[in-house]
């Protein structure tokens, strides 16, 4: 029997570390050469199959694999793009399939979080109804930390590592000049509807009383009078008040405080902007000087600071992935399992994509104080590992260096081009 090709793309908003998961693939199908024949990479995700443009990994030396897995991004890029049900658009499935039958591919290597384990599962269920059956396999990657049944998702680590490194740096430096100075700071961290990345931020805390003072979460709902309150509080007993704020912080009744009035390829709704909100709020009712930030793209690229936690597990989850597809499985996902016992250890399980595709797994209520403006000691347990160790990139002339692909795509057998 000949050996069937595999297709590896990335979706998404990318991470520090999705890379190493890249890299725990390639190196495992090249191990697993006896089985697997080739490996090729969409160019923009999903996208690059449906046109056609698929990138040659062969061509990637095994150095550059390597350099992969301390290289930020999306090395071979991403997109935001999901797919419609069989019913609503066949035409996207039926030149899926005619790619793959036509470049030899049965094996189907998705890594991204909640809406690409959708597409990952959908591939896996029709594929085999339309005749030409595909291995699909999710492989976890998001800074949200909202994929359920793994304990925590590759990617997340190193933003919450980053996260708690820039929350307690900013902090002390607001609180060297609130004398005369900055009274509030207002930190926004992105999280649209679970808080984990906000809930990172408390582990800046040395000590009882430390910054943040306030930490809003999405699951959480808003009351703009007790945050002010909140604020004003804190500024008369420390001098100055350090505010973490999810992107998705809401109202009660589910309206997001930025809510910009526009949606992204995936149907969600576009955030405009949590902290701006904030401070306007904070100079009319309470008059008080103010600074604000927006760790934006920073957060999820900064791989110079990424937790070796972190690279591990995404390394491992992408081998695993080749592992799972080598022993005959599809519609699945390799999740991490915290193992049981007082230090912390983990492996690498597994779970069915049905119950992973189109759920989000929020932060626990016992992990957020009584008061909603803070974390529990539970959660600071959860936390704590996730961001232990560090993996530095080499550098050169005082800067990280990071892997360049060649991307060279494979020459296209189909003639038709498919619109998009």
């Known amino acids: 029997m000949s050996k069937k090709n595999a297709f590896y793309a990335q979706s998404g908003g990318v991470t520090a570390v999705i890379n190493a998961s890249a890299c725990g693939v390639i190196e495992a199908v090249r191990e697993h050469h006896d089985r697997i024949g080739n490996v090729y990479a969409g160019l923009n995700g999903i996208v690059g199959a449906l046109r056609e443009e698929l990138i040659d990994v062969s ?17 071979f890029g991403s997109c935001r793009y999901k797919l419609k049900s069989l019913e609503e658009n066949r035409a996207e499935y039926e030149r899926l399939i005619e790619v793959f039958k036509a470049h030899d ?8 979080g909640g809406d690409s384990a959708d597409t990952c599962l959908k591939v896996s269920q029709l594929s085999e109804k339309m005749g030409y059956p595909i291995q699909a396999i999710h492989i976890p990657k998001t800074v949200d930390n909202d994929l359920p049944l793994t304990d925590n998702c590759p990617g997340f680590g190193s933003v919450a590592k980053y996260i708690a490194v820039s929350t307690r ?6 609180a060297s000049m609130c004398a ?43 009351d703009k009078e007790k945050f002010l309150a909140k604020v004003q509080q804190t500024v008369e007993e420390k001098g100055h008040c350090v505010v973490v704020a999810s992107e998705g912080t809401q109202y009660a009744d589910g309206t997001f405080l930025a809510d910009s009035g526009t949606t992204d390829a ?58 799972m597809a080598v022993a005959g499985k599809s519609g699945v996902m390799p999740i991490i399992v915290r193992d049981s016992g007082p230090e912390y250890s983990w492996s690498v399980g597994e779970a069915p994509l049905i119950e992973v595709a189109n759920r989000e797994k929020m932060m626990p209520r016992d992990y957020i104080s009584e008061d909603g403006f803070g974390v529990t000691q539970a959660a600071l347990d959860y936390l704590l590992p996730l961001i232990q160790g560090e993996d530095y990139p080499p550098y050169k ?24």
Do not use: C
Request: no cysteine.
């Open 169 to 174: 740096e900013a902090s002390l430096d607001v």
């Open 266 to 323: 995936f149907g969600h709704k576009q955030l405009g902007g949590v902290a701006p909100t904030l401070v306007n709020m904070i100079k009319q009712e309470l008059g008080l000087k103010y600074h604000w930030a927006l760790a934006d793209y920073l957060q999820r690229s900064a791989r110079h600071i990424a937790s070796a936690t972190d690279v591990a597990q995404a390394y491992a989850v992408g081998r695993a992935a080749v592992e």
């Open 397 to 420: 002339n005082g800067v990280p260096q990071y892997a360049r692909l060649k991307k060279v795509l494979v020459e296209k057998k189909l003639k038709e081009n498919f619109g998009m």
């Open 59 to 75: 061509q990637e030396s095994a150095d550059n694999i390597t350099a992969l897995r301390h290289t930020p991004s999306g090395a």
């Open 105 to 112: 591919i049965g094996y189907f290597l998705y890594n991204g």
């Open 180 to 222: 005369t100075s900055t009274k509030v700071f207002v930190f926004e961290v992105m999280g649209r509807h679970a808080g984990w990345i906000a809930a990172a931020s408390a582990l800046a805390q040395d000590q009882q009383g430390d910054a943040p003072h306030i930490i809003l979460f999405p699951e959480v709902a808003f």
